[in-house]
């Protein structure tokens, strides 16, 4: 079994910054993929960012390019979402998913290809 556990999420006003952490416990593999999605209400949850845990590759959501950044610290089993440049369309409960193998763009962009979720994380941002 994995265990994700988000944290970092709150209040911030537009243009602001937050930056949100996914720590991971149990096993991981090469090949596995790591990705934020997010989900506000009313909404279907939607692609942020996901990466490679062994190996090169970040992908982001086109909402997002360009503002927010992954990131690993692979001593701590941890993956990072940046977020610069809110925009109050940026609020929404973050949710950190883990894909078991093959992590390619094409997979992890899609939240039906994740296995593990963690239980989210508010993001609020004000106008």
């Known amino acids: 079994q994995v265990q994700l556990v988000e944290s970092g999420g709150g209040l911030v006003q537009a243009g602001g910054s937050l930056r949100l952490s996914c720590a991971a416990s149990?096993?991981?593999?090469?090949?596995?993929?790591m990705g934020w999605f997010r989900q506000a209400p009313g909404k279907e949850r939607e692609f942020v960012a996901a990466l490679r845990v062994s190996e090169p590759g970040t992908w982001y959501g086109d909402s997002v390019y360009g503002r927010f950044a992954i990131s690993r610290d692979n001593a701590k089993n941890t993956v990072f979402l940046q977020m610069n440049s809110l925009k109050p369309e940026d609020t929404a409960v973050y949710f950190c998913?883990?894909?078991?193998?093959?992590?390619?763009?094409?997979?992890?962009?899609?939240?039906?290809?994740?296995?593990?979720w963690g239980q989210g994380t508010q993001v609020t941002v004000s106008s």
């Open positions: 149990g096993r991981t593999s090469r090949g596995d993929g």
């Open positions: 998913g883990l894909r078991q193998g093959r992590a390619i763009p094409e997979i992890l962009r899609h939240p039906y290809q994740y296995t593990y």
